[in-house]
Nanobody, 115 residues
């Protein structure tokens, strides 16, 4: 079992920045990958990016160059640094991981980009 708890969502103006956190209940250095997803109003859930156990990071085309994924293994926490935010980034942001046969998601944190 893995518990994931996201935090850091907020209302921010276009062009602003936010950092989301995802705290895990176990050592994230043992996880094959961790990922960020988002689901905007009336939209399908989509991947934002992921980081593998060896530190390889990938991003979706829509956020590449603006968002950055990192992790702190000592704190068992995954981060999503979001810069140059746009209204289309408004969504609930989730973190996800897999361990064995289990597929684990956090409860999500709301990010709203609006003036």
């Amino acid at each position: 079992q893995v518990q994931l708890v996201e935090s850091g969502g907020d209302l921010v103006q276009p062009g602003g920045s936010l950092r989301l956190s995802c705290a895990a209940s176990l050592s994230i250095s043992t996880l094959y990958f961790m990922a960020w997803y988002r689901q905007g109003p009336g939209q399908e859930r989509e991947v934002v990016g992921s980081i593998s156990r060896d530190g390889t990071v990938t991003y979706s085309h829509s956020v590449k160059g603006r968002f950055s994924i990192s992790r702190d293994n000592a704190k068992n926490t995954l981060y999503l640094q979001m810069n140059s935010l746009e209204p289309d980034d408004t969504a609930v942001y989730f973190c996800r991981t897999r361990l064995g046969d289990g597929d684990y998601w956090g409860q999500g944190t709301q990010v709203t980009v609006s003036s």
